[in-house]
């Protein structure tokens, strides 16, 4: 074997061991990036589902007539609050991830407020609004705890 | 019916409406405990009622507020202390009602607020 030979089989193991060690790096930043991703994820889901319980909260405040509103409640501020809350938790879920299905009932609960509201508006609120507004957080807040549990490995 | 008859009546009654009153659950129906705790009528109700509007008025407008004479109102209004000016407050608080008036008064207290007020003033 010649020494131009030795050269060119030592620069080959080396560009070999170069190209593993890049793509065991690689394969690791890929790792890490699912992990970062995942993470994000929960943290998102976990916020919003605190912010849904604030809301539920506020729901629960809500009259279901309005004839018998007690004095001192205000409910456009009730309603302006859980708005907010809302808004927070749709921002922090993907309209095209993967907890997209969390989402639709959030907009659905969106929908329910907004009724109720109009209904509020009108004198002429239809209690199953509150209802339906109420089940679908409920749904969403358990959507989201079941989802981190999954995302955690726990069930 | 006599008037001791009434007044055996009424006697009974009284009784027996501070019994029920007793089963009620303050957490759930803090307003309505209040108003058997209180012995209030419909009138007296009200006129806590004017009191906690007037400073949710000043509040929304942003004047200044005097605590110490929100509380002498109250405390005038029903011939009450301190303390039973601190369950009103807590009452309508917990029913969601005049909660900014409520708000106020229990910050008014700090950095020694009433303990009964911190779940007011960590909300």
Redesign the interface.
Known sequence: MTSDSIITLTGTIVTIIATIITIYYAQQAKNYKEQIKLDIRKINLSGSSERLKRAQDDIR?LPTSTKNI?????VPE?ISNIKSQFDFSLGTIDKDGLDQDIRKVLSKAQKKLNSYELGLNSHSLNPSDLHDLQSLVQDAISQSNSRIFVLEGKA | MNIDDIIEKINKLEYQVSTLSECIDSDRYP?QSLILSMSWNNDQL?KA?DI??VY?EKLEIKEEINWTEFEGRLKDEFSIGYQTVKSIVLA?YN?????D?CYGYAMSFEPTTPIEFHSITRR
């Open positions: 405040k007690p004095r001192g409640i205000k009730i | 307003v009200n009622h906690f509007q949710d309508f029913n969601h009602q005049w909660v008036v």
